[in-house]
Nanobody
């Protein structure tokens, strides 16, 4: 069982930046593909970004491409989401997730474990 704890959310003005962190309890963290998803009120949870076990391969939703960067530090069992040029439509609860390495990582069903989420609110 992998426990994931997100942090770094908060309130920021449009155009600002935040960095989310997700700390994993599992010592074999480097075996997992990691992903970030988000869910706004009244909407379905949607894919944001994913990163493979080595950090060498990433993918992003079109809505965040060029503004968000996913990265990981396997020595610290942590995955990050750097969010720049934030927009009000980025407001949501952001969740990190862990799944097997041999998946594309853009679907919720690709992941086994989920964190509790961290709120990001972007004011206009």
């Amino acid at each position: 069982q992998v426990q994931l704890v997100e942090s770094g959310g908060g309130l920021v003005q449009a155009g600002g930046s935040l960095r989310l962190s997700c700390a994993a309890s599992e010592r074999t963290f480097s075996n997992y593909r990691m992903g970030w998803f988000r869910q706004a009120p009244g909407k379905e949870r949607e894919f944001v970004a994913t990163i493979d076990w080595s950090g060498g391969s990433t993918a992003y939703a079109d809505s965040v491409k060029g503004r968000f960067t996913i990265s990981r530090d396997n020595a610290k069992n942590t995955v990050y989401l750097q969010m720049n040029s934030l927009k009000p439509e980025d407001s949501a609860v952001y969740y990190c997730a862990a799944g097997p390495s041999a998946v594309a990582g853009i679907k919720m069903s690709d992941y086994y474990y989920w964190g509790q989420g961290t709120q990001v609110t972007v004011s206009s």
